[in-house]
């Protein structure tokens, strides 16, 4: 039977055999496609310790179902197929195979909580966002996200002047996202600080780009820092069985 | 009352009736067609009890060592009864050997049957010899040889339970919830756990029961501290691909097929009607409730009557019930044979 729907269909499913012989009656080309089975045929044992391991990710066994943070979303507001409730179920149970096809919008969680607010469990699903984010790119199913990217850029500063410079900042991010520079909001912004500005101040914030100051005696501090960070992230990598830095 | 009472039944309801009855000064004949007392938990070998955690062996053992030699109570095992005649307060038992015995009334606690999985192929029961059920893991952990499959003694590395198997079920005529699997099923799985800690355990169910105070300390201890997965899925069917055990069905909250392979699969066995339930109904002159179970004459007014004067049931005879509501039924059933005074005999005093 010729199979009509075949948008119904995920792509991968549909499979066509240019050459095919069954009991000896010759059925290759387009009109015998098959359509390959789509059930689930493995859990990975291990990927809610996984997840549960990294930050944010602690309280993920507590989940029963109930999808009060998909009904609290935000995100799903805008895109039904932002389903948190759905992804904390093929955690604890480990369907990795379907939370990888939706590893390109997990990470745009925006973070508002109303679901944290929400959950009669205590589960956290914001957290838990974070950590299975956390949890793709450390497994290289995803590159870093926008967030962590900024997230690296501002705490690279703080560790290693003991302040941030936002101007800096802002560039930086917008340089590892491969983002134009001149956004129109940041230009309005310049524009209106230009103008409504006082002069004093803005001497100040120019200075403080050619300047870039320093917290003093900071060496003692970035060691320590530094020292935390490579400690916490040899831990989640070590939670993710991951080898190496990122 | 000066005759005794005659106990149908030596497991925990017929313990706990024949005690409270002999703390009462009354005189008590307790019937036990098997070799030893204890019913279900010592016959059948569970292991650890809800919600206690202690040893069935010690547990009910203490119930059976309190009753067993006590004076004012006659013991008889391997003993069936095979015919009940008389008035209330004036009944004759005939035992099987012939052996007759006067009471003034007498108490059912006859118990439940487990349910046979054979009656459920599609799950691969009989079929697959790691497929077991909720009693054979009792018994795996009460013998201390732990959790190994049957088929060639290795440590599972993954176990799926089957809730409602033999419940829940027109298809097999038993409507009935068997009220007591959801929990043992997660006692079970929390013991497997503690036994094999890299044996995973996925329990796949339609609703999860564990009622009351169970909630917390199985449903939720099973996960939070165990990692027990459950997965809301019907099973279909158990099949083999030669090497382990393939465990077909729906996941209804991604509506999806699985087909996931498993070491070993346990049927959580539900609680049928005691197989002699017809035998006991006509011997006995007791009504059976639609499902099979003795029928109780009412809920609240008169606890443990049935439509006989002076024939009392309690415990699992009644239908699905835990250990520790058959005991409680077990006294209520010992205090209404107590105060039972035969109509008409009042007067004649």
Same mark, same amino acid.
């Given at each position: 039977?010729?199979?009509?729907?075949?948008?119904? *269909?995920?792509?991968?499913?549909?499979?066509?055999?240019?050459?095919?012989?069954? +009991?000896?009656?010759?059925?290759?080309?387009?009109?015998?496609?098959?359509?390959?089975?789509?059930?689930?045929?493995?859990? &990975?044992?291990?990927?809610?310790?996984? *997840?549960? #391991?990294?930050?944010?990710?602690?309280?993920?066994?507590?989940?029963?179902?109930?999808?009060?943070?998909? &009904?609290?979303?935000?995100? &799903?507001?805008?895109?039904? @197929?932002?389903?948190?409730?759905?992804?904390?179920?093929?955690?604890?149970?480990?369907?990795?195979?379907?939370?990888?096809? +939706?590893? +390109?919008?997990?990470?745009?969680? $925006?973070?508002? &909580?109303?679901?944290?607010? #929400?959950?009669?469990?205590?589960?956290?699903?914001?957290?838990?966002?974070?950590?299975?984010?956390?949890?793709? @790119?450390?497994?290289?199913?995803?590159?870093?996200?926008?967030?962590?990217?900024? +997230?690296?850029?501002?705490?690279?500063? %703080? *560790?290693?002047?003991?302040? *941030?410079?936002?101007?800096?900042?802002?560039?930086?991010?917008?340089?590892?996202?491969?983002?134009?520079?001149?956004?129109?909001?940041?230009?309005?912004?310049?524009?209106?600080?230009?103008?409504?500005?006082? %002069?004093?101040?803005?001497?100040?914030?120019?200075?403080?780009? $050619?300047?870039?100051?320093?917290?003093?005696?900071?060496?003692?501090?970035?060691?320590?820092?530094? @020292?935390? %960070?490579?400690?916490?992230?040899?831990a989640n990598r070590a939670a993710v069985g991951a080898k190496g830095g990122h | 009352m000066t005759k005794p009472v005659l106990i149908v039944g030596g497991g925990p309801a017929g313990l706990s009736a024949a005690h409270a009855l002999a703390s009462a000064g009354q005189k008590v004949v307790l019937v036990e067609k098997e070799d030893r007392l204890g019913g279900a938990p010592i016959l059948d070998g569970y292991a650890k009890l809800v919600p206690s955690h202690e040893w069935a062996k010690d547990a009910i053992g203490a119930m059976v060592d309190r009753v067993q030699g006590r004076e004012g109570v006659d013991v008889r095992l391997n003993a069936q009864v095979q015919s009940f005649e008389g008035e209330p307060g004036a009944f004759t038992a005939t035992l099987k050997d012939g052996t007759k015995i006067e009471a003034g009334s007498t108490i059912l606690t006859t118990g439940f049957t487990h349910f046979d999985s054979v009656n459920k192929?599609?799950?691969?029961?009989?079929?697959?010899?790691?497929?077991?059920?909720?009693?054979?893991?009792?018994?795996?952990?009460?013998?201390?040889?732990?959790? /190994?499959?049957?088929?060639?003694?290795?440590?599972?590395?993954?176990?799926?339970?089957?809730?409602?198997?033999?419940? /829940?079920? /027109?298809?097999?005529? /038993?409507?009935?919830?068997? !009220?007591?699997?959801?929990?043992?099923?997660?006692?079970?799985?929390?013991?497997?756990?503690?036994?094999?800690? !890299?044996?995973?355990? =996925?329990?796949? =169910?339609?609703?999860?029961?564990?009622?009351?105070?169970?909630?917390?300390? =199985?449903?939720?201890?099973?996960?939070?501290?165990?990692?027990?997965?459950?997965? !809301?899925?019907r099973i279909a069917e158990v099949t083999s691909d030669g090497k382990r055990l393939l465990v077909k069905g729906e996941d209804t909250l991604i509506k999806r097929p699985v087909s996931i392979p498993f070491d070993m699969v346990v049927h959580a066995i539900g609680m049928d009607p005691n197989v002699d339930n017809m035998t006991i109904s006509s011997v006995f002159g007791v009504d059976l409730n639609k499902y099979g179970y003795i029928a109780k004459q009412s809920t609240y007014a008169h606890l443990a009557e049935t439509n006989r004067p002076g024939v009392f049931v309690a415990g699992a005879a009644t239908g699905p019930e835990t250990i520790d509501d058959s005991i409680a039924q077990g006294q209520a059933a010992a205090m209404a044979a107590l105060n039972f005074k035969p109509a008409g005999k009042v007067a004649a005093e």
């Amino acid at each position: 039977m010729p199979i009509h729907e075949k948008s119904l *269909i995920r792509k991968e499913n549909l499979v066509e055999n240019e050459s095919l012989v069954i +009991d000896g009656v010759d059925v290759s080309g387009h009109w015998s496609t098959f359509i390959t089975g789509r059930s689930l045929t493995d859990y &990975n044992d291990d990927m809610q310790d996984e *997840i549960a #391991a990294l930050p944010g990710g602690e309280n993920i066994h507590r989940c029963w179902q109930c999808g009060s943070c998909t &009904n609290a979303c935000t995100v &799903n507001a805008v895109n039904p @197929e932002f389903n948190p409730r759905y992804w904390i179920y093929l955690i604890r149970l480990g369907m990795e195979e379907e939370l990888l096809r +939706d590893k +390109d919008i997990i990470w745009q969680c $925006v973070s508002c &909580n109303k679901c944290t607010y #929400a959950c009669p469990r205590d589960v956290v699903p914001e957290g838990v966002m974070k950590a299975t984010a956390h949890w793709l @790119e450390l497994k290289g199913h995803t590159p870093k996200s926008p967030s962590t990217e900024f +997230d690296e850029e501002f705490s690279g500063q %703080v *560790i290693k002047t003991g302040k *941030i410079e936002e101007s800096r900042v802002i560039m930086n991010f917008f340089r590892r996202t491969e983002q134009p520079l001149a956004q129109p909001w940041l230009v309005a912004l310049i524009k209106g600080l230009a103008f409504r500005f006082p %002069v004093f101040y803005l001497m100040r914030m120019g200075m403080a780009v $050619v300047r870039r100051p320093r917290t003093r005696n900071w060496a003692k501090s970035r060691r320590a820092i530094n @020292e935390y %960070v490579q400690e916490v992230e040899a831990a989640n990598r070590a939670a993710v069985g991951a080898k190496g830095g990122h | 009352m000066t005759k005794p009472v005659l106990i149908v039944g030596g497991g925990p309801a017929g313990l706990s009736a024949a005690h409270a009855l002999a703390s009462a000064g009354q005189k008590v004949v307790l019937v036990e067609k098997e070799d030893r007392l204890g019913g279900a938990p010592i016959l059948d070998g569970y292991a650890k009890l809800v919600p206690s955690h202690e040893w069935a062996k010690d547990a009910i053992g203490a119930m059976v060592d309190r009753v067993q030699g006590r004076e004012g109570v006659d013991v008889r095992l391997n003993a069936q009864v095979q015919s009940f005649e008389g008035e209330p307060g004036a009944f004759t038992a005939t035992l099987k050997d012939g052996t007759k015995i006067e009471a003034g009334s007498t108490i059912l606690t006859t118990g439940f049957t487990h349910f046979d999985s054979v009656n459920k192929p599609e799950w691969g029961f009989g079929t697959f010899p790691d497929v077991v059920t909720t009693v054979q893991v009792e018994q795996m952990i009460s013998s201390g040889k732990g959790i /190994r499959c049957p088929s060639d003694g290795r440590v599972p590395d993954r176990v799926a339970i089957l809730l409602c198997v033999g419940s /829940r079920d /027109r298809q097999i005529g /038993r409507e009935w919830c068997s !009220k007591i699997c959801c929990t043992v099923s997660a006692n079970i799985a929390m013991e497997i756990r503690e036994l094999s800690p !890299k044996t995973n355990v =996925y329990i796949y =169910y339609m609703d999860i029961r564990t009622f009351g105070l169970y909630e917390g300390d =199985y449903y939720w201890a099973s996960q939070e501290e165990h990692k027990v997965k459950y997965i !809301k899925a019907r099973i279909a069917e158990v099949t083999s691909d030669g090497k382990r055990l393939l465990v077909k069905g729906e996941d209804t909250l991604i509506k999806r097929p699985v087909s996931i392979p498993f070491d070993m699969v346990v049927h959580a066995i539900g609680m049928d009607p005691n197989v002699d339930n017809m035998t006991i109904s006509s011997v006995f002159g007791v009504d059976l409730n639609k499902y099979g179970y003795i029928a109780k004459q009412s809920t609240y007014a008169h606890l443990a009557e049935t439509n006989r004067p002076g024939v009392f049931v309690a415990g699992a005879a009644t239908g699905p019930e835990t250990i520790d509501d058959s005991i409680a039924q077990g006294q209520a059933a010992a205090m209404a044979a107590l105060n039972f005074k035969p109509a008409g005999k009042v007067a004649a005093e």
